[in-house]
């Protein structure tokens, strides 16, 4: 479906994805990669640990980062709190930045924003990955528009965690039946919206 046909007769709340659904990601990985060079198998391992970890359930943010600092510093000369400092402080940041420099918005997605909330519906930004806000200020998007930022991490898990994706609805008291999951994965957002039983769109 596309964005601009998309109709919010129904629907109470808008649950939207953030990379890849606000902006364009296309060569954005490649860009990392030339950015940090030099810690190239620290990328590595971080990918590698979010595939390993995609359907692991911690009952809280610093569990899963303890577990998951652990596993990216597993076999590797690095330590756990240098995975941790790298992540929070090279990683996310240089994210942000190459996000603000090459990343356009996704303007029609922006405008299903804008015609949400002009609506009065709830809002929200469901996220996989950290730094939300920083994100959102970079793509000139205003975080305060909206009526909940999460990444899933801080819930426990990643997308589409079943639990995680309850707490979001609960925490906005949200109706699966008049809610909309907007987002660039079906594997990912689809399903998170699917096990809920709310509605999906694709972009």
Same mark, same amino acid.
Request: charged share 30%; proline share 4%; net charge neutral.
């Given at each position: 479906?596309k964005?601009?046909s998309?109709q919010?007769?129904?629907?109470?709340?808008?649950?939207?994805d953030?990379?890849?659904t606000l902006?364009?990601k296309?060569?954005?990985a490649?860009?990392m990669?030339?950015?940090?060079w030099w810690?190239?198998p620290?990328?590595?391992?971080?990918?590698?640990?979010?595939?390993?970890?995609?359907?692991?359930?911690?009952a809280?943010?610093?569990?899963?980062f303890?577990?998951f600092?652990?596993?990216?510093a597993?076999?590797?000369?690095?330590?756990?709190?240098?995975?941790e400092?790298?992540?929070n402080?090279?990683?996310l940041p240089t994210m942000v930045?190459l996000?603000?420099m090459t990343?356009p918005r996704?303007e @029609?997605?922006?405008?299903?924003? @804008?015609?949400t909330?002009k609506r009065?519906?709830?809002?929200?930004?469901?996220?996989d990955?950290?730094?939300?806000?920083?994100k959102?200020k970079?793509l @000139?998007?205003?975080?305060?528009?909206?009526?909940?930022?999460?990444?899933?991490?801080?819930?426990?898990?990643? %997308?589409?965690?079943k639990?995680?994706?309850?707490?979001?609805m609960?925490?906005?008291?949200a109706d699966p039946?008049t809610?909309?999951?907007?987002?660039?994965?079906?594997? %990912?957002?689809?399903?998170?919206a699917?096990?809920?039983g709310?509605k999906f769109?694709?972009?």
């Amino acid at each position: 479906m596309k964005v601009e046909s998309v109709q919010l007769e129904g629907i109470r709340t808008v649950i939207f994805d953030l990379d890849g659904t606000l902006y364009d990601k296309k060569g954005l990985a490649q860009r990392m990669v030339r950015r940090l060079w030099w810690c190239l198998p620290l990328l590595a391992a971080e990918r590698l640990t979010r595939r390993k970890m995609h359907e692991v359930q911690f009952a809280s943010e610093e569990e899963f980062f303890s577990h998951f600092f652990a596993e990216m510093a597993r076999g590797h000369w690095w330590s756990t709190k240098m995975a941790e400092r790298w992540y929070n402080h090279v990683y996310l940041p240089t994210m942000v930045e190459l996000i603000g420099m090459t990343c356009p918005r996704h303007e @029609n997605v922006v405008k299903l924003m @804008n015609e949400t909330k002009k609506r009065g519906l709830k809002m929200a930004v469901y996220s996989d990955y950290g730094s939300v806000v920083d994100k959102l200020k970079v793509l @000139n998007i205003d975080p305060e528009q909206f009526d909940l930022l999460v990444a899933a991490p801080e819930l426990g898990a990643l %997308k589409p965690s079943k639990p995680c994706a309850e707490k979001v609805m609960k925490m906005l008291d949200a109706d699966p039946s008049t809610t909309l999951f907007v987002g660039d994965r079906d594997e %990912k957002d689809g399903e998170t919206a699917r096990v809920v039983g709310a509605k999906f769109l694709l972009v």
